[in-house]
């Protein structure tokens, strides 16, 4: 039987939920699905409750991990309206994650000079990885470009986005970008059989979208589960949050 040996995988995206969302999820159990899925190490998103956006919500992360978790893992910095000048966290991070758009958690910059202030301040040795749809993510690559700094397009989804990837990499910027399982697999058709389950942000795009992704591999840098889990109760409820699991999923369907 052939074999295909590979080396134990580095997710540069999830949300294990702790603190705040350990109903959800905790360090324990969302490092064993990574484990369990061939993952060693993960990079953990800051969009907790209380969010991790200085020193102090980084030294209690830090601790809770520790603590529990399984596998290597390390955090990202979220942007919000008031740390633009605190950057002292950056050396500590990995990148610092900016939400452009709305998504699950209160995390989300939605000023220009906010936007600015981070961009001129983030140490210029880290990130900054944009959660950008659409349009927003014309604005990140415009400003990555104004201000030198390398961008991280988290989940681009959109056959729009992917293109936008490839000339601003042919144009010399320094950009890399992810794409997520859900949106390499589903598409809005499969949205339409799987309800609020299959509800994500960014959401689940065209069949158009879909190809122009797998057209587009070599532009794309990594790919990153983005997992996210909720509850079934939540995701039944009539306000169903956005969010799909895949620690244990991603390398087995890729
Ligand atoms: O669908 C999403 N859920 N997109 C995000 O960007 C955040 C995530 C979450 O934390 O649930
Ligand atoms: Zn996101
Ligand atoms: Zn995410």
Redesign the pocket.
């Known amino acids: 039987m052939a074999t295909l040996d590979l080396p134990a995988l580095i997710d540069i995206h999830v ?1 294990l939920r702790e603190p705040g969302g350990t109903h959800k999820e905790d360090f324990s159990s969302g490092t064993a699905a990574a484990l369990a899925g061939g993952i060693v190490a993960v990079l953990d ?1 800051p ?1 907790n409750t209380p969010p991790l956006v200085d020193e102090d919500t980084l030294g209690d992360k830090i601790r809770l991990a520790s603590r529990s978790a399984r596998c290597d893992f390390a955090f990202y910095m979220g942007a919000s309206s008031d740390n633009a000048a605190a950057p002292t966290v950056g050396p500590h991070v990995v990148g610092l994650k900016m ?1 452009l758009d709305e ?3 209160p995390l989300r910059v939605a000023s220009l000079p906010t936007v600015m202030a981070h961009f001129r301040s983030w140490p210029r040795n880290r990130p900054i990885a944009a ?1 950008a749809e659409g349009l927003s993510s014309a604005i990140a690559i415009g400003l990555a470009q104004l201000y030198d700094r390398r961008l991280h397009l988290c ?1 681009v989804s959109r056959k729009a986005e992917i293109e936008l990837v490839r000339r601003a990499k042919e144009k010399g910027t320094s950009i890399t970008c992810e794409v997520a399982p859900h949106h390499l697999f589903l598409t809005e058709e499969d949205a339409k059989e799987l309800g609020s389950l299959a ?3 960014p959401p689940l795009g065209t069949q158009e979208d879909n190809e122009a992704l797998w057209a587009n591999l070599e532009v794309i840098d990594a790919v990153a589960s ?1 997992h ?1 889990p ?1 509850t079934i109760a939540e995701k039944q409820s009539d306000d169903p ?4 699991p895949g620690l244990e999923t991603t390398l087995p369907l890729l």
């Open positions: 949300h998103m969009n939400y998504t699950y958690g959660h989940h509800r994500t942000r983005d996210a909720h949050p956005s969010g799909v």
